[in-house]
């Protein structure tokens, strides 16, 4: 059975009226990662855009038709911790343990649990949804927010002008954890995501998987609601994300991108890299073409799904 004919067939178990921004990447996201896992599933959303905005909810009241915690930003993966264990006492091991997060609950307060999590391989899938910010609270940078970007904390003045840090890549971190599967994964490119949210929970039976995968925001990114798919497959093509896996400690790329397009083609219709500089530019092609060459390098083998 093909991707498209999985995602007719599977359940969408988040309801179709929410709040979440239009355009939103995030529920995207969502809603193809537990249609996958299906009803037999414990999901965990930290505060941020899905924990905030009616797909989750407050009050006994959720936008989804499973099971839903709402853990702190900080104790996300350690809170499921406690979940997975459990289950495996009752002698539940078959229940689906799933996180989705954003990148501040990840990469920034969150990290210390989910390292945590990750090194005592727990049983658990956990995704990221990167949209380079807390953009929930007012679009502040996180850590994984790319150099030069216009956010609420990095504004565009004469002091600074956007963000002066490069991003910390988080995916290739985690995979340093020695764990069974780690994966990036766009929503454009979906047969590749579905085929990596089939292994991750697949792995999370019987240790800890991680998928890190981009999502653009509307809302904060400035650009319009109806681009997040064509913008997400320019990061792809320009190598700004490139779509790799790790299984069984081997990596691989699972889109070779032998003519990869600019990073300044990539940018030039995203409103918060509105003011890079040609040095930014040029900070940020370097910084995307030595990532790709080490992941290429930890590469066994170039085999590509798209």
């Known amino acids: 059975m093909n991707y498209i004919q999985t995602l007719r067939t599977a359940k969408d178990v988040v309801t179709p009226g929410m709040s979440a921004c239009q355009g939103c990447g995030a529920e995207l996201i969502l809603r193809r990662v537990l249609q996958l896992a299906g009803q037999n599933t414990i999901v965990c959303v ?7 905005s009616g797909v989750v909810g407050w009050d006994y009241q959720t936008g989804m038709e499973i099971p839903v915690h ?3 930003l900080t104790n996300t993966a350690s809170y499921l911790s406690g979940v997975s264990r459990m289950y495996q006492r009752k002698g539940r ?5 799933v996180c989705v997060a954003g990148d501040g609950a990840t990469a920034d307060g969150g990290f210390q649990s989910l390292s945590g999590a990750a090194e005592r391989n727990e049983k658990i899938l956990y995704i990221c949804y990167d949209n380079e910010g807390y953009m929930n609270t007012g679009f502040q940078r996180s ?8 956010t609420s904390t990095t504004p565009l003045g004469s002091v600074i002008s956007g963000k002066e840090q490069q991003q910390k890549y988080l995916p290739l971190i985690m995979s340093m954890h020695n764990l069974s599967y780690c994966a990036t994964a766009s929503p454009s490119h979906m047969a590749d995501m ?12 019987e240790g800890f998987a991680y998928i890190h995968m981009f999502s653009p925001c509307p809302t904060g990114w400035l650009y319009d609601i109806d681009q997040g798919i064509q913008i997400a497959r320019k990061a792809v093509q320009s190598n700004f994300f490139p779509l790799w896996e790790m299984e069984n400690r081997k990596y691989r790329m699972t889109y070779d991108n032998k ?18 500089s040609e040095q930014d530019l040029a900070a940020i092609q370097s910084m995307v073409d030595d990532r790709y060459e080490k992941l290429k390098k930890l590469s066994s083998e170039a085999d590509c799904n798209e």
């Open 93 to 97: 091991g078959d229940v689906n343990i």
């Open 194 to 205: 579905v085929a990596k949210i089939e292994k991750g929970l697949a792995w999370s039976k």
């Open 259 to 276: 003519k990869p397009i600019s990073i300044a083609d990539f940018v030039k219709d995203i409103g918060k890299f509105r003011d890079l």
């Open 70 to 72: 709402i853990p702190l």
């Open 143 to 150: 850590s994984t927010t790319t150099l030069g970007s216009h």
């Open 46 to 52: 930290p505060p941020g855009c899905l924990g905030g």
